[in-house]
């Protein structure tokens, strides 16, 4: 499954398992490939993650995984369910603390090796406006979601990609989303890929 090279562990949500794309569409699986075709042997992701996980859903996840060993480079991307299922920032941010202190774990006590996503907003997708929900106000939360997660990882030392400007410029393009209106496609995929890349060579380096 994994092949020759180094480990890469991926966790996370829908956004992470590639809902409604093929599996060379998932964003981590396009990252291999960006690396390798870099020079940078990595195994193809073992990836712990379900469509409509919460942080806690996640950390449930990993126990029933049980992912061994040192991973080489651990990216995480979670909280969009959380702040779906209208949890509050301060309860995100003490869930999200603890997956990070996961996430380090896994990469040998080695917070530089840590990749962590933003959360995009879905807020302006067909899906959002089909449900009839506050655009607005599902932008603000996501906002104080992505400012949480971003000061504990750069309290931490590990790297913090924002995608959430790429969501909102290209969020409504029927290119860039899933047959479902809602989760991006392997072309969105593809921009966060390449905003990721350098972060990722530089935790590999």
């Excluded at 506050?134 to 997660?149: K, L, M, P």
Aim: charged fraction near 15%; charge should be neutral.
């Amino acid at each position: 499954m994994h092949g020759d090279g180094l480990r890469y562990l991926a966790l996370g949500d829908s956004y992470t398992i590639g809902e409604g794309v093929p599996q060379a569409g998932r964003w981590p699986v396009q990252l291999v490939q960006a690396l390798r075709a870099q020079g940078i042997a990595l195994q193809s992701p073992q990836i712990i993650a379900t469509t409509g996980w919460t942080s806690e859903e996640l950390a449930a996840g990993i126990d029933a995984a049980a992912p061994a060993g040192d991973y080489a480079l651990v990216s995480l991307g979670i909280g969009v369910n959380d702040q779906y299922r209208g949890r509050n920032v301060d309860q995100y941010r003490a869930q999200f603390a603890a997956l990070l202190e996961r996430a380090i774990g896994f990469a040998g006590n080695r917070p530089a090796r840590v990749l962590v996503l933003s959360i995009p907003d879905w807020g302006l997708t067909p899906f959002a406006i089909a449900q009839q929900r506050d655009g607005a106000a599902t932008s603000a939360q996501i906002d104080a979601f992505n400012a949480a997660a971003r000061a504990l990882c750069q309290a931490r030392g590990a790297a913090f990609v924002d995608i959430t400007p790429l969501s909102r410029a290209h969020g409504r393009e029927a290119n860039m989303l899933a047959g479902d209106g809602l989760h991006p496609s392997p072309a969105m995929y593809a921009l966060w890929t390449a905003l990721a890349l350098p972060a990722a060579r530089n935790a590999l380096a």
